[in-house]
């Protein structure tokens, strides 16, 4: 199989793991700064990490290195449209256009995300065409209203909970 196809294979087997949906930010040059990220989880507990994976051309990595601190907010399914602007390359103060946010604990933190943490960055590994970011949790919050934004196979989607998942199947 080439390597192409191989690649388009492996979005497709990887793309069945579910997961949520954040807005890393960080301070940059002239404001805030920001990109669509769902490589991320829960490193460790002692001490608090977690790890977000940026590819090697993301605009807001050297930003997140440069001020050595960043913010995960986790959108709630109604963010859909802002995870779409943060995903793309229009100019980064652009994304920021009419999105409310506020300095927190020294990160951008967008307001009405379902959760957010701000995190020290504290190691940063090569991960192929990726770079790991691993950060310390300084800061962090969530509401206990509203659902998640899910990104599963590709799509964005809601989780429906309260319901047996049999009810979801078509028959
Ligand atoms: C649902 C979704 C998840 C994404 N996850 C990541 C990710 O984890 N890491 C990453 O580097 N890019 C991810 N991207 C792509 C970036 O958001 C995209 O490359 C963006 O343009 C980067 O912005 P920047 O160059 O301004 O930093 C994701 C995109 C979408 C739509």
Redesign the pocket.
């Known amino acids: 199989m080439a390597d192409d196809e191989r690649q388009r294979r492996y979005r497709e087997v990887i793309g069945h793991f579910a997961?949520g949906?954040a807005i890393?930010t960080a301070d940059g040059a002239d404001g805030p700064?920001?990109?669509?990220?769902?490589?991320?989880c829960s490193l460790s507990l002692d001490p608090l990490l977690l790890l977000?994976?940026?590819?090697n051309?993301?605009?807001?990595?050297p930003f997140v290195q440069s001020a050595g601190r960043f913010a995960v907010n986790i959108l709630r399914h109604e963010q859909h449209a802002l995870?779409?602007v943060?995903?793309?390359?229009i100019p980064?103060h652009e994304?920021f256009d009419g999105v409310p946010w506020r300095a927190q604990d020294g990160a951008p933190v967008l307001e009405n995300s379902l959760a957010w943490l701000v995190c020290d960055l504290r190691e940063v590994h090569p991960g192929g065409d990726?770079t790991i970011a691993i950060g310390a949790v300084a800061e962090m919050s969530h509401d206990d209203s509203g659902r998640p934004l899910v990104?599963y196979r590709g799509r964005?989607g809601v989780l429906v909970d309260g319901e047996p998942a049999e009810a979801r199947l078509p028959n």
């Open positions: 997961t949906v890393v700064v920001g990109m669509t990220a769902n490589a991320l977000v994976c940026f590819e051309s993301a605009r807001t990595l995870s779409g943060f995903a793309s390359k980064e994304k990726h990104w964005y």
